[in-house]
Every structure is written in structure tokens, then in C-alpha cells.
């Protein structure tokens, strides 16, 4: 295996991309954890200001991570309860690794990257959604400055007309969280209490490999 190259994708690799999320999703085994976007809906994240970055292992696409600039249906900034100008907000959106290639901390250089492309614009609200089943995936990116900050369900499909459940995670250049001091503990499948914590204005900022998450309570300055 040759040194991995970092790319930004463009239109002409929608195929790519596509194929990538396809090999990966079908390897899931919970589905509910993972959205599978059409080539329209990849097609439309570029065309809204967005971008791709693609991981090669020489010709062959093996990882990649998009960021996304949402439309008003889809900004996450209304599914918190504290404001957050949605003129400034930016998706992590999806990230794909093929299982081979997993373990390299492609996740968190994706994402390095991709933030650093977008670090003078107005974008100063990063947001994405996990599943609270998925703490691997989150554990990276609250270890990476994000925290949790609400409970909502998203992405209805035909087999859950309500949704999924979806953490909230935000990482903001403009707003800051003063901490109380009080702390809890709560498992990741204990989903009423963690709805009840960000009620009380808690919000995640670690979780360890089993699953259970560290709230602190906290004030908006």
C-alpha cells in the first residue's frame, strides 16, 4: 500500500462517491446509522457551496468526508434551543472509510482538512448529526472540540416515518459555554435521560468505548 493522496472531488466524481457509499452501506448491519444520499443529493452539496475530500489509494477512491452548506430545511441550527444564526452554520455531513482502510485516523484528517478550507469564511458554526448507537464516530469528533447539544429524530424514510434518533453536535467560533461545575454520567441507550440533560441545559463533551457520556451543565455568553 503506496502513500494515501487527499483530493478534493468535483461533479465529475459523483460516480465515485456514489459507488464508495454503496460497497460501504451495504457492510452495515444497522442500517438506521448511516444515510445513503442519491448522486442528486451529492450532486446538489456541491452545487450549494459544499465540497468533498477524497482519499486515494492510487487510482482507487477508499475514504472520503463532505461538508455541507444547508438549505433552510435542513440546518440544524433549528434543532437546538439556543440561537444559532443559521446564515453561519456548516454541515459535517457524511464520511465514508472502507473497512480495510479504517484505524488510520482517516476521520479526523477528513475533517482537518475540510475545516481548514472553510477557516476565513463566514461559516463560524460547524454542526453535524450522529446516531447515539454509533459512540465511535462521535467519540472522534468530541475529542475533536465538538459537543453534543440536542436530541432530535432525522431523516424519515419508509421504514421510520418519524426519523432516527440523532445527536446534535456543534463546535462554534462565537459561542461560548460557561460551565457550572455539575457533572452526569449517562449510557448512550438511556434515551429519555439524555433528552432530560439537554432540556437542563447539559451538553456532551466526551464519551468513553462502552458508550457512556459526560454532561456538563452549562450557561450561553
Given at each position: 500500500?503506496?502513500?494515501?493522496?487527499?483530493?478534493?472531488?468535483?461533479?465529475?466524481?459523483?460516480?465515485?462517491?456514489?459507488?464508495?457509499?454503496?460497497?460501504?452501506?451495504?457492510?452495515?448491519?444497522?442500517?438506521?446509522?448511516?444515510?445513503?444520499?442519491?448522486?442528486?443529493?451529492?450532486?446538489?452539496?456541491?452545487?450549494?457551496?459544499?465540497?468533498?475530500?477524497?482519499?486515494?489509494?492510487?487510482?482507487?477512491?477508499?475514504?472520503?468526508?463532505?461538508?455541507?452548506?444547508?438549505?433552510?430545511?435542513?440546518?440544524?441550527?433549528?434543532?437546538?434551543?439556543?440561537?444559532?444564526?443559521?446564515?453561519?452554520?456548516?454541515?459535517?455531513?457524511?464520511?465514508?472509510?472502507?473497512?480495510?482502510?479504517?484505524?488510520?485516523?482517516?476521520?479526523?484528517?477528513?475533517?482537518?482538512?475540510?475545516?481548514?478550507?472553510?477557516?476565513?469564511?463566514?461559516f463560524t458554526h460547524k454542526m453535524?448529526?450522529?446516531?447515539?448507537?454509533?459512540?465511535?464516530?462521535?467519540?472522534?469528533?468530541?475529542?475533536?472540540?465538538?459537543?453534543?447539544?440536542?436530541?432530535?429524530?432525522?431523516?424519515?424514510?419508509?421504514?421510520?416515518?418519524?426519523?432516527?434518533?440523532?445527536?446534535?453536535?456543534?463546535?462554534?467560533?462565537?459561542?461560548?459555554?460557561?460551565?457550572?461545575?455539575?457533572?452526569?454520567?449517562?449510557?448512550?441507550?438511556?434515551?429519555?435521560?439524555?433528552?432530560?440533560?439537554?432540556?437542563?441545559?447539559?451538553?456532551?463533551?466526551?464519551?468513553?468505548?462502552?458508550?457512556?457520556?459526560?454532561?456538563?451543565?452549562?450557561?450561553?455568553?
Amino acid at each position: 500500500m503506496k502513500k494515501l493522496i487527499f483530493k478534493f472531488l468535483e461533479k465529475e466524481h459523483i460516480d465515485e462517491i456514489y459507488e464508495l457509499t454503496s460497497e460501504v452501506y451495504r457492510g452495515i448491519e444497522n442500517k438506521e446509522i448511516f444515510s445513503h444520499d442519491s448522486k442528486s443529493d451529492l450532486e446538489h452539496l456541491i452545487d450549494n457551496g459544499g465540497s468533498f475530500i477524497g482519499v486515494y489509494d492510487e487510482d482507487k477512491l477508499v475514504a472520503y468526508r463532505s461538508l455541507k452548506v444547508p438549505d433552510k430545511d435542513d440546518n440544524l441550527a433549528y434543532d437546538v434551543d439556543f440561537f444559532i444564526d443559521p446564515e453561519k452554520v456548516i454541515i459535517n455531513d457524511t464520511v465514508v472509510v472502507l473497512k480495510e482502510y479504517r484505524g488510520r485516523n482517516l476521520q479526523n484528517i477528513t475533517r482537518e482538512k475540510l475545516e481548514e478550507k472553510y477557516k476565513d469564511s463566514k461559516f463560524t458554526h460547524k454542526m453535524s448529526t450522529i446516531s447515539p448507537k454509533n459512540h465511535r464516530s462521535y467519540k472522534n469528533t468530541l475529542d475533536s472540540g465538538y459537543m453534543l447539544v440536542a436530541l432530535k429524530k432525522k431523516y424519515p424514510d419508509e421504514f421510520s416515518e418519524e426519523g432516527y434518533d440523532r445527536f446534535i453536535l456543534l463546535k462554534s467560533e462565537d459561542i461560548n459555554f460557561d460551565f457550572t461545575g455539575e457533572e452526569i454520567t449517562i449510557h448512550s441507550s438511556e434515551t429519555d435521560k439524555l433528552r432530560e440533560a439537554f432540556d437542563s441545559n447539559y451538553v456532551g463533551v466526551a464519551v468513553d468505548d462502552h458508550g457512556n457520556i459526560l454532561f456538563k451543565e452549562a450557561k450561553i455568553v
